[in-house]
């Protein structure tokens, strides 16, 4: 026994204790709060990443609360949880992979890693510049000219106003087909 649960020994009745199965009542009284608490499956797959997190500290993190699960995982389980816990864009390879293993599954994930650092692979959580809508001024500018002024717009040719359109057939009814053909 070590640190907290020495103390708790230490500072138990020696008049309530009167052999082992005593000594397990306890115990078991003191610290059975452990396995209510344990971390289950629901617990795992709400688990992520951290941003500064490395996906090997991540991964070991990650184990370490698994083999606290009981009943035990399944490898296959390990590998389809582990997975599903990441984001974009880990999720969308990881999904991919073929993967035997969890040891196989988190070298797969350390060389996403790798590709993003190396710009190989974008990582949709970066944040990036602003990308809004240009302000109204600005879009009726043109060339910088009459800075704000709405009425700046010049088209590149002139359109005839459909008014003088002429819409009618442009054979006559009793016109031959020889002068039904029309020449542009």
């Not at 052999?19 to 629901?42: C, E, T």
């Not at 864009?89 to 040891?103: D, K, T």
């Amino acid at each position: 026994m070590s640190d907290v649960t020495l103390t708790w020994y230490m500072c138990l009745d020696n008049t309530k204790v009167k052999g082992w199965k005593n000594l397990v009542d306890a115990f078991i009284r003191q610290y059975k709060f452990n396995m209510d608490i344990a971390p289950d499956r629901s617990s795992l797959h709400s688990l992520e990443k951290g941003h500064k997190e490395s996906v090997r500290e991540y991964a070991q993190r990650w184990r370490e609360m698994a083999a606290q699960v009981n009943p035990p995982l399944l490898e296959k389980e390990m590998i389809g949880l582990f997975s599903n816990t990441f984001k974009a864009p880990y999720f969308e390879y990881l999904v991919g992979s073929a993967a035997q293993s969890f040891s196989d599954l988190v070298v797969i994930a350390e060389r996403i890693e790798q590709a993003i650092r190396m710009g190989r692979i974008t990582n949709p959580s970066e944040k990036r510049g602003f990308v809004g809508r240009k302000k109204e001024a600005d879009i009726h500018n043109v060339e910088g000219e009459g800075k704000g002024r709405k009425d700046n717009f010049r088209p590149l040719m002139t359109i005839p106003p459909t008014s003088n359109i002429n819409f009618t057939s442009p054979y006559q009814k009793n016109q031959t087909n020889t002068q039904n053909i029309l020449y542009h």
